[in-house]
């Protein structure tokens, strides 16, 4: 089992002000755009999640990045990650959350959504039809 990112060791600590966030995420509009960053511990990982994440048209695109992450899990460590950057909506990101920790190794991995608060009109229209559900 890999220990947990960076950032969730901080969120225990503050996973009071955690429940304000989803509330805050229930209020915003389900085809409001956000970028989810999510840390994976190698790229065959990575680079599989994104596939599930595109196919199953929860993201429009997703990003990978290599990264070095230095943070505190009994003692510091420095570790190499890959990042990847999903643009997808609001709506989306209950069932993200469900399927990357259904198969990320980490014990409490990062899943991390920002509101998109400005982009081209055409990439963002672009991304609102591509992390939908196609009907019919």
């Known amino acids: 089992m890999y220990p947990i990112c960076c950032w969730t060791a901080v969120r225990r600590r503050v ?3 955690f429940s304000i966030f989803l509330e805050n995420i229930s209020l915003m509009a389900p085809d409001t755009p956000i970028q989810v960053s ?3 511990p190698e790229q ?8 599930q994440l595109v196919t199953a048209r929860l993201v429009a695109c997703a990003q990978l ?4 992450s230095i943070y505190r899990w009994e003692g510091i460590q420095a570790d190499a ?3 990847m950057q999903a643009k997808t909506v609001a709506g ?3 069932t993200i959350e469900q399927m990357v920790v259904a198969s990320h190794p980490y014990e409490v991995p990062e899943i ?14 672009w991304l609102q039809r591509e992390s939908q559900e196609v009907s019919g």
């Open 81 to 83: 990650e890959v990042l």
């Open 65 to 68: 990045f290599p990264i070095q």
């Open 44 to 51: 065959q990982l990575a680079e599989k999640v994104a596939k």
């Open 15 to 17: 996973c009071r002000g």
């Open 92 to 94: 989306q990101l209950e």
């Open 112 to 125: 991390i959504a920002t509101a998109i608060v400005w982009g081209h009109a055409p990439y963002l229209d």
């Open 38 to 40: 999510i840390s994976f």
